[in-house]
């Protein structure tokens, strides 16, 4: 028997043919139609076929506002002319050289201008591979094995990377010591063993936790905003207690400012004046193209000079490629402190805007984040952990989803997380649209939130 389509769902395949067609192509090669599990949502996401701006244009001819901006890295949106102009550039003079190249330095320099931990720093080619080898250079320096990861904290497609992003109610355990939790069965029980799972903006419980490992913790890394369970921002007292901790024991504190980079041109370390002794990049140094990056203390990074006699090996066949550099120098270089002030402002008008018309409509839910980092989730619990926003999740269970389908037949992208960021082509008129379908997709969800959830209304 065929499954009983939701009638909203069965209104976003009417209104996608041509993404329905192409996705039914996308699933004979791809498992499931997806090449990346971040962009997939059901009953299969919208092939798009063009940006412009802050604007994006789908395969059936839609034009959207793109709140998303390829997972917050497109800080200046699509196709921003000087970062075109200097990708175009570059491409007839070549795109890779395996050579040092007189961009790698400039962008190098310019990062380390601006972030004040880093005194040195290397190119890769993703986020991932900057956690990676930041976790290598701590393990290296300290001569210990494991690493304390956050409990909902996403670093990366690998192993460690992912212990516990999802923290399930069923298995996490006590707050005060959870559990490593694997994300699927293809982790190792000895990668879960050497990891050590650490509750978010618990200061206290941190503080004992690093205490109890401190003998055998090479690292603690830390989003300073947690991306993935829906932007929940640090508390700079937590912040504050991983750095004193960290210190006094001679552990690594690894920020992870992949997506957090964005808020200040001097990172979130920048705004909260938190030192780490290493910094993980990717997304915006790239402009649009692959990257990752990650640096700080000197004699830290000193593990990857080539010329020591204990060197870490870090290879990567696309580290520094002219490319990615032409592209991330101009982008960054057109991104500053008052460009992130701006979009931050915007940002804080967006959450306002949504928490506004979530009350007007008597949902329960908000708007949580930070500067141009928005996510809405259906509770209207504090939500100041992993744990939090897992509980909101569960109890928005399809409607969250449905909510994002309804956002993207009134022009609005966001990830199907409902993270919403701002890109510098941004004003307020984008904001007030943005505001203006959150309003009218509740209002299409009510008799279905009435029906199905009530529990969502107040
Ligand atoms: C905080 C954080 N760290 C690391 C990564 C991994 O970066 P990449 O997807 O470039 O490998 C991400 C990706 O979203 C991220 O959000």
């Given at each position: 028997?065929?499954?009983?389509?939701?009638p909203?769902?069965?209104?976003?395949?009417?209104?996608?043919?041509?993404s329905?067609a192409?996705?039914?192509?996308?699933r004979?090669?791809?498992p499931?139609g997806d090449?990346?599990?971040?962009?997939h949502?059901?009953?299969y996401p919208?092939?798009?076929?063009?940006?412009?701006?802050?604007?994006?244009?789908?395969?059936?001819?839609?034009?959207?506002?793109?709140?998303m901006?390829?997972?917050t890295?497109?800080?200046?949106g699509?196709?921003?002319?000087?970062t075109?102009?200097?990708?175009?550039q570059?491409?007839p003079?070549?795109?890779?050289?395996a050579?040092p190249s007189?961009?790698?330095?400039?962008?190098?320099e310019?990062?380390?201008?601006?972030?004040?931990?880093?005194?040195?720093?290397?190119?890769?080619s993703?986020?991932?591979?900057?956690?990676?080898?930041?976790?290598r250079?701590?393990?290296?320096v300290?001569?210990?094995q494991?690493?304390?990861?956050?409990?909902?904290?996403?670093h990366?497609?690998?192993?460690?990377?992912?212990?516990?992003?999802?923290?399930?109610?069923?298995?996490?355990?006590?707050?005060?010591h959870p559990?490593?939790?694997?994300?699927?069965?293809s982790?190792?029980?000895?990668?879960?063993?050497?990891?050590?799972?650490c509750p978010?903006?618990?200061?206290e419980?941190?503080?004992?936790?690093?205490?109890?490992?401190?003998?055998?913790?090479a690292?603690?890394?830390?989003?300073?905003i947690?991306?993935?369970?829906g932007?929940?921002?640090?508390?700079?007292?937590?912040l504050?207690?991983?750095?004193?901790?960290?210190?006094?024991?001679?552990?690594?504190l690894?920020?992870?400012?992949?997506i957090?980079?964005?808020l200040?041109?001097?990172?979130?370390?920048?705004?909260?004046?938190?030192?780490?002794?290493?910094?993980?990049?990717?997304?915006?140094?790239?402009?649009g193209l692959?990257?990752g990056?990650?640096?700080?203390?000197?004699d830290?990074m000193?593990?990857?000079?080539?010329?020591?006699r204990?060197t870490?090996?870090?290879?990567?066949?696309?580290s520094?490629?002219?490319?990615?550099m032409a592209?991330?120098?101009?982008?960054?270089?057109?991104?500053?402190?008052?460009?992130?002030d701006?979009?931050n402002?915007?940002?804080?008008q967006?959450?306002?805007?949504?928490n506004g018309?979530?009350?007007?409509h008597g949902?329960?839910?908000?708007?949580?984040?930070s500067?141009?980092?928005?996510?809405?989730?259906?509770?209207d619990d504090?939500?100041?952990?992993?744990?939090?926003?897992?509980?909101?999740?569960?109890?928005?269970?399809?409607i969250s989803a449905?909510?994002?389908?309804g956002?993207l037949r009134?022009?609005i992208?966001?990830?199907?997380?409902?993270?919403?960021c701002?890109s510098?082509?941004?004003?307020?008129?984008?904001?007030?649209?943005?505001?203006?379908?959150l309003?009218?997709?509740?209002?299409?969800?009510?008799?279905?939130?009435?029906a199905?959830?009530p529990?969502?209304?107040?």
């Amino acid at each position: 028997m065929e499954k009983e389509v939701h009638p909203l769902v069965r209104e976003y395949q009417d209104w996608s043919p041509r993404s329905a067609a192409l996705m039914d192509r996308a699933r004979q090669v791809f498992p499931g139609g997806d090449t990346r599990a971040s962009a997939h949502y059901g009953p299969y996401p919208l092939v798009m076929e063009r940006g412009e701006g802050c604007r994006l244009f789908d395969a059936d001819g839609h034009e959207f506002l793109d709140f998303m901006n390829n997972f917050t890295s497109l800080i200046h949106g699509h196709a921003h002319g000087p970062t075109v102009s200097a990708v175009t550039q570059q491409v007839p003079r070549g795109t890779a050289f395996a050579a040092p190249s007189i961009d790698q330095i400039e962008l190098a320099e310019l990062i380390r201008s601006r972030v004040a931990s880093i005194e040195q720093m290397r190119f890769c080619s993703s986020g991932t591979e900057a956690t990676l080898m930041a976790l290598r250079c701590a393990r290296a320096v300290t001569g210990r094995q494991k690493i304390m990861k956050m409990e909902g904290g996403y670093h990366g497609s690998y192993e460690l990377a992912e212990v516990s992003l999802i923290p399930d109610p069923d298995g996490r355990g006590d707050i005060a010591h959870p559990n490593s939790l694997p994300v699927d069965k293809s982790i190792p029980d000895s990668v879960l063993a050497d990891t050590v799972v650490c509750p978010y903006n618990e200061p206290e419980l941190a503080r004992s936790l690093i205490g109890e490992h401190a003998h055998e913790l090479a690292a603690v890394i830390v989003e300073p905003i947690l991306g993935s369970m829906g932007m929940v921002p640090a508390s700079t007292e937590f912040l504050t207690a991983l750095r004193e901790e960290t210190e006094k024991n001679n552990i690594v504190l690894i920020f992870d400012e992949v997506i957090s980079l964005r808020l200040s041109s001097a990172g979130e370390q920048g705004r909260r004046g938190i030192t780490p002794d290493l910094t993980c990049m990717g997304k915006i140094i790239g402009g649009g193209l692959p990257v990752g990056g990650f640096g700080g203390r000197k004699d830290l990074m000193q593990v990857f000079n080539p010329d020591s006699r204990e060197t870490v090996f870090h290879a990567s066949t696309f580290s520094g490629n002219a490319l990615t550099m032409a592209s991330g120098l101009a982008t960054l270089s057109d991104f500053e402190e008052k460009d992130s002030d701006r979009i931050n402002r915007l940002g804080e008008q967006l959450r306002r805007g949504f928490n506004g018309t979530l009350s007007q409509h008597g949902i329960r839910g908000k708007a949580i984040g930070s500067g141009s980092l928005s996510n809405i989730i259906l509770s209207d619990d504090t939500i100041h952990d992993a744990r939090d926003a897992m509980q909101g999740m569960i109890a928005a269970g399809h409607i969250s989803a449905l909510l994002h389908l309804g956002m993207l037949r009134k022009g609005i992208v966001s990830a199907s997380r409902l993270m919403y960021c701002i890109s510098t082509p941004m004003d307020e008129t984008h904001i007030e649209i943005a505001i203006t379908a959150l309003s009218d997709t509740l209002s299409e969800l009510r008799p279905y939130i009435e029906a199905e959830r009530p529990g969502l209304i107040v």
